[in-house]
């Protein structure tokens, strides 16, 4: 998803975060066209073996998009695990809430049907729910916008 947002590409053959990725990308929305807004965006793996990782990573953050993969029921279950572990760090902040591999599921390799996902929104009380396809563009940007617009509202940057 960040590739895919970052770079508008999609690597057929891409890795498994291991740890943690950087990026960084600038943004202007023509809604607010007095703000020059600059994202880093930290890509951070949600293996249980991983989590003595993440917590120094959470430290500034200002959003939370919670990823889990739609074909696979285990990433799903793990997200209150990963809500929790975050907000021990940083509190609340905003999140969305993300289902990817769209592509894949739409392929009958669907474990996650989309009301699952609402009402998981919901049950973690995070702001938006998506279902994103990174290989396709599916949402991708509408994931990032909205993040960046729940955390300007949320800081008092825009109403």
């Known amino acids: 998803m960040v590739l895919r947002y970052t770079e508008d590409t999609f690597k057929e053959n891409y890795l498994m975060t291991i740890g943690s990725n950087f990026s960084a990308k ?3 929305f023509p809604e607010y066209p007095h703000l020059n807004i600059k994202l880093q965006i930290w890509d951070l793996a949600g293996q249980k073996h991983f989590s003595f990782v993440r917590p120094p990573f959470y430290r500034g953050a200002s959003g939370i998009i919670y990823v889990f993969d739609l074909t696979r029921r285990s990433s799903f279950a793990n997200l209150p695990n990963w809500k929790e572990e975050v907000e021990k760090v940083v509190g609340e902040k905003p999140s969305i809430l993300v289902g990817n591999k ?4 739409n392929q009958g390799n669907r474990e996650i049907a989309l009301h699952d996902g609402e009402s998981l929104k919901n049950e973690l009380n995070t702001l938006s729910y998506y279902e994103t396809s990174a290989k396709e563009g599916t949402n991708i940007n509408d994931v990032f916008k909205d993040t960046v ?5 949320a800081c008092g940057k825009i109403e």
């Open 149 to 153: 617009i729940r955390i300007l509202k």
């Open 102 to 105: 769209l592509d894949l599921a």
């Open 26 to 28: 600038s943004e202007k």
